[in-house]
């Protein structure tokens, strides 16, 4: 089998067709009897785990080609990833993979809404939170990135509000961990628990289990920056 053999049998369905397929340019028939082609195109297969990295990676690039340059630091950041939650024989495929879409252009618009019809909200919450990990890799946020990640994020139909959650989770400003919750400063305390709860729910680890461990563990990361927040909170208020 071809490049990727590895990903294709971790159970890629969805993810090559559409815009996605186009861009990784792989076509279907070679890789799958014509039975299997034609439920995939019906869309007869559940998203996993390889379905999942390959959005992953071809997000990773549209981020990291936005302001010109592939940074160092952001490779080291995607592979340093890659190998603690896949294991160095699938992070050496997958960076692979990565170093060809980093070669083309990459529809943003198409590919955020196939990933918007195919991944559950969840799913694409914790898409969102890895892209700005990417962006972060070099400390800073350019404008060029926060710009393309409102724009995946938008496209992937990501409310505001969890835009601006996920966002805050990478700054350090005085308010951001109000800002992480969703409530102002001036918030009172039932607001913020309500807040918490409403959060707590739905950035939980468990929400994102069918894509496997090792993406539920990275959502650990996620649920423990709202929790973080909210008792930096609760301790600047004297919430019990």
């Known amino acids: 089998m071809a490049k990727y053999g590895k990903l294709i049998g971790a159970g890629l369905g969805w993810a090559f067709g559409g815009p996605i397929g186009a861009v ?14 034609a439920d995939i195109e019906r869309g007869y297969h559940n998203t996993t785990t390889g379905d999942f990295l390959v959005s992953m990676l071809v997000l990773f690039a549209s981020v990291m080609k936005v302001d010109g340059k592939i940074l160092r630091s952001e490779l080291d950041f995607v592979k340093t990833f ?14 692979k993979m ?3 879409l980093l070669r083309q252009n990459i529809p ?3 590919v955020s809404f ?3 019809e195919r991944l559950d909200y969840h799913s694409r919450l914790e898409l969102l939170h890895l892209l700005y990990g990417v962006a972060q890799a070099d400390t800073q946020l350019k404008d060029s990135e926060a710009q393309i990640l409102n724009e995946i994020g938008y496209y992937m139909g990501i409310s505001n509000s969890d835009q601006q959650s996920i966002r805050n989770m990478f700054t350090f400003a005085d308010d951001s961990h109000y800002k992480i919750l969703g409530v102002d400063k001036n918030a009172q ?6 807040a918490y709860r409403k959060l707590a729910i739905e950035y939980h680890p468990d929400k994102v289990a069918y894509l496997g461990d090792d993406i539920r563990k990275d959502a650990d990361e996620k649920f423990r920056k709202i929790n973080a927040a909210y008792e930096k909170i609760k301790k600047e208020k004297g919430i019990i």
């Open 98 to 100: 990565l170093r060809d």
């Open 82 to 95: 890659l190998v603690q939650k896949f294991g160095y024989s699938t992070a050496t495929e997958a960076l």
């Open 114 to 116: 196939q990933i918007r």
């Open 24 to 37: 990784i340019g792989l076509g279907l028939g070679w890789m799958f009897d014509s039975a299997k082609q």
């Open 108 to 110: 943003i618009k198409d």
């Open 189 to 194: 305390e039932e607001e913020i628990k309500k």
